[in-house]
T-cell receptor
Framework: DGGITQSPKYLFRKEGQNVTLSCEQN?????MYWYRQDPGQGLRLIYY???????QKGDIAEGYSVSREKKESFPLTVTSAQKNPTAFYLC????????????FGPGTRLTVT | DAKTTQPNSMESNEEEPVHLPCNHS???????IHWYRQLPSQGPEYVIH???SNVNNRMASLAIAEDRKSSTLILHRATLRDAAVYYC??????????FGTGTRLTIIP
């Protein structure tokens, strides 16, 4: 089945540690996105990539880093510089050249203590 | 970036139509209006999108005001499975969407 996978579903880390969240898609989509969601809040865009080896900062990129070495993969690293990393992280993908929908993964809930 | 404003919550009876409003008074001429919905602890699901004209699909209808400063998502016959948080979002095509805080829809059996 085609879709987006995010792993793990739950992740626990100690403060001061970097952590990488995985996002893989087999939809052959060019564009991929990372969003952050806090309790009771909407989605805020962290980073997005329209093509391999290229990505742009979203609205809240500070303390995060990404890479896009393969079309199907867009990992997100939450660095120790991110002041409030505990959140629900969502990855999405879409076909860049068609005005349609973004497909979202199931999300990773990160807890940093 | 253009912002959207939605009511925090709404209730509707099962099998009745639901009208979910969204205000986007600072929308730009190239922004599409997108609607997504999200169940607890899941990723959002696409519902519908449009630019100027009203749109229909198997899930819902989207009514867009003539000045494009507001829109309404219409669920024609709500079921219990439609209970979710509905997000109205703006973006050029499907890139760089700006999501609001959403409306939590409760369906009363």
């Amino acid at each position: 089945d085609g879709g987006i996978t995010q792993s793990p579903k739950y992740l626990f880390r100690k403060e001061g540690q970097n952590v990488t969240l995985s996002c893989e898609q087999n939809l052959n989509h060019d564009a991929m996105y990372w969003y952050r969601q806090d309790p009771g809040q909407g989605l805020r865009l962290i980073y997005y990539s329209q093509i391999v080896n290229d990505f742009q900062k979203g609205d809240i990129a500070e303390g995060y880093s990404v890479s896009r070495e393969k079309k199907e993969s867009f990992p997100l690293t939450v660095t120790s510089a991110q002041k409030n990393p505990t959140a629900f992280y969502l990855c999405a993908s879409s076909t860049t050249y068609r005005f349609g929908e973004q497909y979202f993964g199931p999300g990773t809930r990160l807890t940093v203590t | 970036d253009a912002k959207t404003t939605q009511p925090n919550s709404m209730e509707s009876n099962e099998e009745e139509p639901v009208h979910l409003p969204c205000n986007h008074s600072t929308i730009s001429g190239t922004d599409y209006i997108h609607w997504y919905r999200q169940l607890p602890s899941q990723g959002p699901e696409y519902v519908i999108h449009g630019l100027t004209s009203n749109v229909n699909n198997r899930m819902a209808s989207l009514a867009i005001a003539e000045d494009r400063k507001s829109s309404t998502l219409i669920l024609h016959r709500a079921t219990l499975r439609d209970a979710a948080v509905y997000y109205c979002s703006l973006g050029f095509g499907n890139e760089k969407l700006t999501f609001g805080t959403g409306t939590r829809l409760t369906i009363i059996p």
